[in-house]
């Protein structure tokens, strides 16, 4: 009889750990399927916004090339500075590089109380690859005190598109900025085929990280990696899409100036550039990336040539590199219009 109660006991036993062991394996997997559901809805794509009906926008267009102009073309735009100001720029590779003189654009940046904003770079072998190094290269090039925004870090931003980037990886001090500026050295560029607002805003804002992760098309943001032409493309418009969205919304503001000088075919992040065989057209800026962005390869691809002054360079860049698509894939981002109204100033 008590052999016969043990062996109860036990098989009682026996039963109520199985029992535990197989809702504790229930309740695991309803934890990861949650999990995944979760990081599912977090990765979700955001609705595309691909049209923007019959309407045209408005770019301003002066070509004086002054610092006195470029404040001028600015209050153009109707739109008051509030809260904390940013204006982006490019700092340049080098002495040699043809990055915006300090004398041309700190007027504009005293007249709206802004900060000078950068990240750091990505390409390999860069002086301005570490925050330190950067600091001292942008002391030569006399921009006085410059904000490298992924000095202390990154943040996300959620992107529409999710093809190739799950989300757009920027410099952490965005975060500090109410109103931007994107100010803009338009010219061409290796890679993508020319440079301008839209570049500025994806690849100049995104963080060393962001950088790495832009030009692999969503491969890696550890090192460099180069994506397919179209891809790569694509990933800057809807990088630069993330940021426009960002400063589009809880009180926030961000107004784009691309500048027309120098118009090498190389960017100013080559440290050694092609001397620009196409002379300077003037400064145009709007509230709207892509009408800029347009107007601005219109005024190349429209140029007459003349003795010392040559398109065809950088013409043909942008054709090589297929450049013109980053203006396609934006505007069916919703990110602007390609249609515009040019307002000589």
Same mark, same amino acid.
């Given at each position: 009889?008590?052999?016969?109660?043990?062996?109860?006991?036990?098989?009682?036993?026996?039963?109520?750990?199985?029992?535990?062991?197989?809702?504790?394996?229930?309740?695991?997997?309803?934890?990861?399927?949650?999990?995944?559901?979760?990081?599912?809805?977090?990765?979700?794509?955001?609705?595309?916004?691909?049209?923007?009906?019959?309407?045209?926008?408005?770019?301003?267009?002066?070509?004086?090339?002054?610092?006195?102009?470029?404040?001028?073309?600015?209050?153009?735009?109707?739109?008051?500075?509030?809260?904390?100001?940013?204006?982006?720029?490019?700092?340049?590779?080098?002495?040699?590089?043809?990055?915006?003189?300090?004398? @041309?654009?700190?007027?504009?940046?005293?007249?709206?109380?802004?900060?000078?904003?950068?990240?750091?770079?990505?390409?390999?072998?860069?002086?301005?690859?570490?925050?330190?190094?950067?600091?001292?290269?942008?002391?030569?090039?006399?921009?006085?005190?410059?904000?490298?925004?992924?000095?202390?870090?990154?943040?996300?931003?959620?992107?529409?598109?999710?093809?190739?980037?799950?989300?757009?990886?920027?410099?952490?001090? @965005?975060?500090?900025?109410?109103?931007?500026?994107?100010?803009?050295?338009?010219?061409?560029?290796?890679?993508?085929?020319?440079?301008?607002?839209?570049?500025?805003?994806?690849?100049?804002?995104?963080?060393?990280?962001?950088?790495?992760?832009?030009?692999?098309?969503?491969?890696?943001?550890?090192?460099?990696?180069?994506?397919?032409?179209?891809?790569?493309?694509?990933?800057?418009?809807?990088?630069?899409?993330?940021?426009?969205?960002?400063?589009?919304?809880?009180?926030?503001?961000?107004?784009?100036?691309?500048?027309?000088?120098?118009?090498?075919?190389?960017?100013?992040?080559?440290?050694?550039?092609?001397?620009?065989?196409?002379?300077?057209?003037?400064?145009?800026?709007?509230?709207?990336?892509?009408?800029?962005?347009?107007?601005?390869?219109?005024?190349?691809?429209?140029?007459?040539?003349?003795?010392?002054?040559?398109?065809?360079?950088?013409?043909?860049?942008?054709?090589?590199?297929?450049?013109?698509?980053?203006?396609?894939?934006?505007?069916?981002?919703?990110?602007?219009?390609?249609?515009?109204?040019?307002?000589?100033?």
């Amino acid at each position: 009889m008590r052999l016969k109660d043990n062996y109860q006991r036990k098989k009682c036993i026996f039963v109520a750990i199985m029992r535990h062991r197989v809702l504790y394996f229930i309740a695991i997997i309803t934890l990861v399927n949650s999990t995944i559901v979760c990081a599912q809805k977090s990765l979700t794509p955001l609705a595309y916004e691909p049209t923007c009906g019959e309407e045209e926008s408005v770019v301003y267009f002066t070509r004086d090339i002054s610092a006195e102009s470029l404040v001028n073309i600015f209050d153009a735009l109707g739109v008051e500075p509030n809260g904390r100001v940013a204006v982006k720029i490019s700092t340049g590779e080098s002495q040699q590089s043809h990055q915006l003189a300090p004398e @041309l654009i700190m007027p504009l940046v005293e007249r709206v109380h802004g900060t000078l904003v950068e990240c750091n770079t990505a390409y390999p072998l860069s002086s301005r690859a570490k925050t330190k190094s950067h600091k001292k290269e942008v002391s030569k090039r006399g921009y006085g005190y410059v904000d490298i925004m992924d000095a202390e870090g990154t943040m996300r931003l959620p992107v529409r598109d999710t093809t190739y980037i799950k989300y757009d990886e920027v410099g952490s001090h @965005l975060a500090n900025y109410d109103f931007m500026i994107d100010l803009s050295h338009f010219k061409g560029h290796a890679m993508g085929g020319f440079g301008g607002a839209l570049k500025n805003l994806s690849i100049g804002v995104a963080s060393r990280s962001g950088k790495f992760y832009i030009h692999s098309a969503g491969a890696t943001s550890s090192h460099w990696k180069t994506a397919e032409q179209d891809a790569f493309l694509e990933c800057m418009a809807t990088a630069a899409e993330a940021v426009h969205r960002y400063f589009k919304q809880d009180g926030r503001n961000i107004v784009y100036i691309n500048v027309m000088n120098n118009l090498s075919v190389d960017c100013d992040c080559d440290g050694h550039p092609a001397t620009p065989r196409m002379k300077d057209v003037g400064i145009l800026a709007s509230t709207d990336p892509v009408a800029l962005d347009k107007a601005c390869l219109d005024l190349v691809f429209g140029h007459e040539n003349t003795e010392g002054d040559d398109a065809g360079p950088l013409q043909e860049r942008v054709n090589n590199k297929h450049g013109t698509h980053i203006i396609t894939h934006a505007e069916r981002l919703g990110l602007g219009c390609s249609r515009y109204r040019l307002v000589k100033l």
